[in-house]
């Protein structure tokens, strides 16, 4: 059974820093599609950093300079830091796991990923 893990979030003000973390299990952690979305209510959910089939990184705009996605093997977990933070980037967070996606229209969509964490909220104030 493949179960993702969210961990990290929380409150902070504009301009602080948070790193959020993916536990991942049940799955084949070296394939494939990984990343974090994040949803505001009213709104589609957003890739926000991913890891393509190809281990290539892709970042929506909105964040690019600002924030990084890692991950441990080793661990199998999967990170995000955030620096800079706004308060636009307040939103419900979520790591993802998908069988394949190539390139940034594909690994930042939302279709590719069939298994979801269950969020962990992050909260910007100005």
């Known amino acids: 059974q493949v179960q993702l893990v969210e961990s990290g979030g929380g409150s902070v003000q504009s301009g602080e820093s948070l790193r959020l973390s993916c536990a991942v299990s049940g799955y084949p952690y070296s394939a494939q599609c990984m990343g974090w979305f994040r949803q505001t209510p009213g709104k589609e959910r957003e890739g926000v950093a991913t890891f393509d089939s190809e281990g290539s990184t892709h970042y929506a705009d909105s964040v690019k300079g600002r924030f990084t996605i890692s991950q441990d093997s080793a661990k199998n977990t999967m990170y995000l830091q955030m620096n800079s933070l706004l308060p636009g980037d307040t939103a419900m967070y979520y790591c993802?796991?998908?069988?394949?996606?190539?390139?940034?229209?594909?690994?930042?969509?939302?279709?590719?990923?069939?298994?979801w964490g269950q969020g962990t909220q992050v909260t910007v104030s100005s």
């Open positions: 993802a796991a998908g069988d394949y996606c190539s390139g940034s229209l594909s690994a930042l969509s939302r279709y590719e990923f069939r298994y």
